[in-house]
């Protein structure tokens, strides 16, 4: 059974609009659905995907999209949401091939999103900070971030009285990627030893599926790969050196505090005289983020809720298949993620 609401709505001549329709307390502006309705497709929006939402309520996808699009701003209209911001973490996503990332922020303490924009550079942090204006940025205390470079320029700009604290995660994965770079080095001498032209088979085998061995955290190693580890250690002692520095760094971020900067301190010590150039590079990288690596250890603010959020948009968009424009994708992300979460009417 179809409903439809009769209405004749009168047209009114504004001094700065001109002639418009008026205002109905029961329907947004340039809406065809009341706001009871909207607000049912709103709330189908996140519970389900558009073209389910669609075929539920006899109407077409884009016009769920319209829908949120208007709900949203709505609901922003009481404000923006970024009143009393403290701490933040901020990350980028990609939503689409060919490079197109959305710029995401999260509020640590009341664990929303807060902020999403097309594009994930420079300008666009820019454009967020001179969203947030000169009282509300001075306001900060805390930003968590991947270490990315253009990020970091910005907040050293924009709010440079924040404390801004490296992502442990991504310090760990530098220290993997070094891992495997000897690893991978370990392997193409043994094989240039063997001669191009014959297979890795024996000990260049044994190095090729020690990858995961090296990588795991040595409390899940079952018996198979601590046998190859002690392989490692009895004829590779320069790649056994390399897993005991990625351990160490490991090590590191399970302390805190004063303890963990001391632990840390001697880690950069040893993979400086180490004579592995990965290593020694390694140790130049993390000496260069050293104040944000010392206010993670300090603080311990990551930025695992920002990945949270994340990998929770990746969900928005796949049950989607995709979105026809990135604001509808923004929308429904701030709608399902920012805090609003609507309710239905009844």
Known sequence: MKVFVWAVVPRVSCPDHGVVAAAVPWARHGARHTRACEQVAAWCAVQLSATAAA????????TIGAIVTRVVADLQAGGDGLDGLRRIGVDEISYRRHHRYLLVVVDHDRRRL???????????????????????TAAL?????????????????????????????????????????????????????RGRNRPAVGEGKRLKDSRWALWKNPDTHSADERARLAYIAATHSR????????????????LSGEAAIAALTRWLRWAQRCQ???????????????????????HGLTIALVESVNTKIRLIAR???????????????RLSLGGYRPQLPT
């Open 276 to 298: 592995i150039p990965a290593f020694v590079a390694l140790a130049h990288r993390v000496r260069a983020f050293w104040g944000p690596i010392c206010a993670t250890l300090t």
């Open 55 to 62: 075929r539920l309520l006899r109407c077409s996808w884009r």
């Open 114 to 136: 807060v902020h999403a924009g097309d594009g994930a550079n420079k300008t666009t942090a820019r454009s967020f900070v001179d969203l947030l204006g000169s009282q509300r």
């Open 141 to 193: 205390t805390h930003v968590s971030a991947d270490g990315a470079p253009w990020l970091n320029v910005v907040i050293t700009e924009r709010a440079p009285h924040a404390v801004l604290c490296a992502d442990p995660f991504h310090v760990v994965r530098w220290a993997m990627d070094a891992l495997d770079e000897v690893r991978r080095q370990t392997w193409n001498d043994v094989r240039t030893h």
């Open 239 to 254: 790649l056994h050196r390399a897993w005991a520095l990625n351990g160490g760094l490991r090590t590191v971020f399970t």
């Open 319 to 333: 049950r989607a298949f995709g979105f026809h424009h990135v604001h509808a994708l923004i929308a429904l992300t």
